[in-house]
């Protein structure tokens, strides 16, 4: 599937990549993704796609986005909108397709070997685009889930579809790594708070 005389540019959705290891039931390790796909070829990019809420003070991704900035991804981000849906409900809106799209045509040019994170019908146009030029567009989602993560039409375009499954025991967080993580952001919660007590107490 890969030549190692290739270069290779990562594109991950980063939403419907959450979703999708969610939905098969493991985190995803990043470090240990960029490693895999530089041990397949010359890995020029790996960019990283979300929207972001800006007028939270606390975001859960924020501290993924910051650690992926500085550990070798390309972090590509725009503020969420918030709407009222017809039904008068609130809905929040944060769709990074064409922020994606751009960057992939901008790139075609570089890089002969495309590896999208995304099952999302809507890239089918732009794999397309890109086979045109004579790149090769692999797409990694997951057929396993019920229902599928990956739409049908976009599987049948791309030159090569990898089930986000064979991936994990490469890319997939050992469980035991988030254990001790949950035990150590709580220790320095604890430590923290005991700072701040002391520091009352003065």
């Known amino acids: 599937m890969f030549d190692p005389r290739e270069k290779i540019a990562l594109f991950i959705d980063g939403a419907n990549l959450y979703a999708t290891a969610k939905a098969l039931g493991f985190d995803i390790d990043y470090r240990k993704l960029l490693l895999e796909f530089q041990s397949k070829g010359y890995l020029l990019r ?3 796609y979300t929207a972001l809420a800006e007028d939270q003070e606390y975001s859960s991704i924020r501290p993924l986005i910051d650690w992926l900035d500085y550990n070798g991804y390309t972090v590509v981000t725009k503020p969420t909108k918030e709407f009222v849906d017809a039904t008068g409900r609130r809905k929040i809106k944060g769709n990074m397709d064409i922020e994606l799209a751009v960057h992939v045509m901008e790139m075609a040019e ?3 070997h495309f590896v999208l994170f995304s099952g999302d019908g809507d890239f089918r146009s732009m794999v397309e685009a890109v086979q045109r030029r004579g790149r090769k567009v692999s797409v990694v989602s997951t057929l396993v889930s019920q229902p599928p993560m990956i739409a049908d039409e976009l599987r049948r375009q791309a030159d090569h579809f990898v089930d986000l499954t064979t991936l994990q025991s490469k890319i997939g967080r050992d469980p035991s790594d988030r254990a001790q ?4 952001r709580a220790q320095v919660a604890a430590f ?3 700072e701040f007590e002391s520091d009352d107490a003065i």
Do not use: K, S
């Not at 993580?181 to 150590?184: F, L, S």
């Open 181 to 184: 993580r949950q035990a150590e």
């Open 192 to 194: 923290a708070d005991d």
């Open 110 to 112: 570089y890089v002969d």
């Open 46 to 48: 790996a960019y990283y």
